[in-house]
């Protein structure tokens, strides 16, 4: 009589508890899945969590464990990608396997989650309890794969499968055995009496295209994106474009497609991907981010710069909400796929970040007016707080704000907006004032130590030390620099003289030591600038010393312009000129003789030597090339040729 009375309470259990979990099913699909909310996930994540509490509160039995296990697949749904989602789902999904250990009378602790399920799959033959156990296999799968945990997703799926080689005989060029097994998966149908908010059949899909968009991005662990293993990555991505994800994911992978045909030269494919990123979800910025940088490579400015402002304007306004998956998907890839190099690929740029690359190209391609207008409201920018809205690190497109200042007065200089470039130039002057010691003493050559000792991270600290001291350096002397050049563009012959000199001076703050003169490309690179910026710096003081007439001052700075760099085409031509104005034309002829007979194409050699100058110097390189070499030329010629009929 009490056995019945027990199992009578038992049924009634059931059927409250089954009631339940079909009421919060349906108040969830009828609130519009997915897109009822935040507040509303968290409610149902509640009811759940309470019914589970409720069933767990008595001893596990076969007939009652197929609904706690279809309630706990449910409570998990909505525990994925929740901040504590990882420690706590993978407990849950414990507790139920030993539940299901416990009601068959077997035993499973201190057992690690993989040898539980395959104790479980492979001790436990009810049927009544396959279907549930393939559901909590598809969250065990997900949450493995949202750490990367492939190699214990393939033993998973084995189990399931109920075979140790099953996939293998159906591999192909795009699939792995993680993707064959998944495929081969025959997931049990959901019954009508336990309802899921999830299906499982709508979770393996997602399982496939997350893995073979994690694979192309992360394959096997071995990182094909990133090793240069394009052809492979493409394989798995144009896999994860055919399987079942919502348009933002869709448009991820369109993007992803696009970065690998771009790396493997393919720059007419990439943009056909990247388009289709861009179709399909129009709010993917970072697609046409890089759309700009294809064009970027292909060397087509006018499309660059048309897509540069297209994105500026796009973040420019207001962010939409981002795009809402199929309403009833509580697991989507995109939880599922979080990687450092798709992070990377998907990078949102800040509006400044676009503003800054629309001038640095404007610049590069001569376009001086819209640099000056580009620049000018970068520099407006800075005003509302830059520094809170960008990474200035390595991964974003600005440099440091010195440089952007140095750049913009080299575009106010050369829209010959010559008062604004020198103001722009006096504010990098005056912030680096107090940043620069008296005397910079180092090596030509200095290294980063590569142990990783503590007297090595010291060495290494006083190396980064003295690396943002000559960066400093090199920034106010530039400002110097641009002055001079400006003044001299104004009239301004001795503030010129002036500038420039201050230049020089600031220069020798630094102290190099070390083994001699050694090839331009092992110098440290700010060491390199900074030659480069006394070379501009002597030449340009002789040229204003042309104009005053002071041709032996000029003949110095220019002797001292090529002991700094040997064979500057410029510095030996000036040299050429001031030796003529001083009546040495026997000197002045065997120069000219001896830069006339080098190579034709050395000088653009030389202008290339070692590493590329910065930006913000590339107008003083134009200025400091020499402009009278047909006349000077003429007139030596003549010379030689009247001395050869005099002999």
């Known amino acids: 009589m009490r056995r019945r009375r027990g199992a009578a309470a038992e049924r009634g259990c059931l059927r409250a508890w089954s009631a339940e979990n079909r009421g919060l099913a349906e108040r ?100 009544e309890l396959q279907a549930p156990l393939h559901q909590l296999g598809a969250l065990q799968a997900a949450w493995w794969l949202s750490t ?64 073979a968009f994690l694979q192309g991005l992360c394959g096997g662990g071995l990182q094909e994106f990133e090793a240069g293993n394009f052809p492979a990555a493409r394989s798995f991505l144009q896999e994860a474009a055919g399987g079942f994800c919502s348009k933002k994911v869709l448009a991820q992978i369109y993007t992803c497609l696009g970065c690998c045909a771009q790396r493997m030269g393919k720059p007419q494919t990439a943009l056909q991907h990247l388009k289709q990123a861009l179709q399909v979800d129009f709010q993917c910025l970072p697609a046409l981010s890089h759309v700009a940088a294809v064009y970027h490579k292909l060397g087509e400015t006018d499309a660059e710069l048309q897509a540069l402002a297209l994105l500026y ?39 400044s970040e676009v503003k800054y690359l629309l001038a640095q190209r404007c610049l590069q391609h001569g376009r001086v007016a819209d ?59 005056s912030r680096t004032t107090g940043l620069i010691p008296r005397v910079l003493l180092l090596e030509e050559r200095l290294e980063q130590p590569e142990c990783p000792s503590p007297q090595a991270g010291l060495a290494g600290g006083l190396l980064a030390q003295k690396k943002e ?26 503030e010129a003289v002036t500038q420039f000199s201050r230049c020089l001076g600031e220069l020798l703050r630094v102290q190099l030591y070390g083994p001699g003169v050694e090839p331009t490309e092992n110098l440290l690179p700010e060491v390199e600038v900074l030659q480069k910026i006394r070379l501009l710096a002597l030449i340009g003081r002789g040229t204003q010393f042309l104009e005053l007439g002071r041709h032996k001052k000029a003949l110095l700075d220019f002797q001292h312009g090529l002991q700094v760099s040997p064979g500057d085409p410029a510095a030996a031509s000036y040299l050429v000129q001031a030796l003529w104005n001083l009546d040495r034309k026997p000197e002045a002829a065997a120069q000219w003789q001896k830069l006339s007979q080098r190579p034709s194409k050395e000088d653009g050699q030389q202008e290339g030597q070692g590493r590329p100058v910065p930006l913000y110097l590339v107008s003083c390189l134009k200025q400091a090339m020499f402009p009278h070499s047909g006349d000077l030329g003429r007139s030596i010629q003549n010379y030689l040729g009247s001395t050869t009929q005099d002999r």
């Open 28 to 127: 969830w699909r009828e609130a519009g899945g997915a897109a009822a909310g935040a507040a509303a996930g968290r409610q149902q994540r509640g009811g759940f969590g309470e019914l589970l509490l409720r069933m767990r509160g008595l001893p596990a039995t076969l007939p009652t464990l197929p609904l706690e296990l279809t309630v706990l697949y449910n409570s998990l749904l909505f525990t994925m990608g929740a901040s504590d989602s990882a420690v706590e789902g993978q407990q849950q999904i414990c507790q139920g396997l030993l539940r299901v250990l416990e009601a068959c009378g077997a035993c499973g602790q201190d057992l690690s989650s993989e040898e539980l399920w395959q104790k479980v799959l492979q001790e436990v033959t009810v049927a």
């Open 148 to 211: 990367g945990r492939l190699g214990s997703i393939i033993g998973l799926l084995r189990l399931l499968s109920n075979s140790e080689d099953l996939g293998k005989a159906h591999w192909s060029k795009v699939e792995n055995e993680l993707l064959s097994l998944l495929k081969a998966w025959r997931v049990p149908a959901e019954g009508d009496s336990l309802p899921l908010v999830q299906s499982t059949r709508d979770l393996k899909e997602i399982l496939c295209t997350s893995a």
């Open 313 to 351: 304007e796009a973040l420019e306004k207001t962010p939409p909400a981002a795009a809402s998956s199929s309403p009833y998907f509580l697991i989507r890839t995109e939880l599922l796929v979080h990687t450092p190099v798709l992070a990377s690929l998907l990078r949102h740029h800040h509006p």
């Open 371 to 429: 640099a000056v207008e580009h620049y000018l409201d970068f520099l407006a920018l800075l005003q509302e707080g830059l520094q809170q809205q960008v990474a200035l690190d390595g991964s974003s497109a600005v440099p440091r704000i010195p440089e952007v200042f140095l750049e913009a007065a080299s575009a106010l200089e050369q829209a010959e907006r010559y008062q604004d470039a020198i103001s722009v130039c006096e504010e990098v002057i």
């Open 469 to 494: 001291n000559l960066s400093c350096l090199a920034w106010r002397a530039a400002g110097y620099l641009h002055q001079g050049w400006m003044w001299g563009k104004l009239g301004e012959i001795k």
